[in-house]
Nanobody, 113 residues
Framework: QLQLVESGGGLVQPGGSLRLSCAFS??????MGWYRQAPGKQRELVAD???????NYADSVKGRLTISRDAAKNTMSLQMNSLKREDTAVYCC?????????WGQGTQVTVSS
């Protein structure tokens, strides 16, 4: 199983941008995704990307978040633009479908003025 380490979160004002990164411990062929979990809510998959670059996005983030992947560096990123208060959550990366790798600690994104 992969070890996953997320980084790049922080506090940003509404309308601002952040770029999240996920580092994999080794190369993977799996479709990988970014998830988020807001307080009191279930974890949701917001974007995923296959090795060939095919992407999928949740309706709530389409046009604002962009997922990318660098297979050579074993990394994945999430560019977050036009952030909204409702984007506040802990963001984690993992396989897009079960069985999942070990969950990292995630990175907190807080959108607030």
């Amino acid at each position: 199983q992969l070890q996953l380490v997320e980084s790049g979160g922080g506090l940003v004002q509404p309308g601002g941008s952040l770029r999240l990164s996920c580092a994999f411990s080794s190369f993977t062929l799996h479709v990988m995704g970014w998830y988020r979990q807001a307080p009191g809510k279930q974890r949701e998959l917001v974007a995923d990307i296959a090795l060939d670059g095919t992407t999928n996005y949740a309706d709530s983030v389409k046009g604002r978040l962009t997922i990318s992947r660098d297979a050579a560096k074993n990394t994945m990123s999430l560019q977050m633009n036009s952030l909204k208060r409702e984007d506040t959550a802990v963001y984690c990366c993992n396989r897009a479908v079960a069985p999942y790798d070990y969950w990292g600690q995630g990175t907190q994104v807080t959108v607030s003025s």
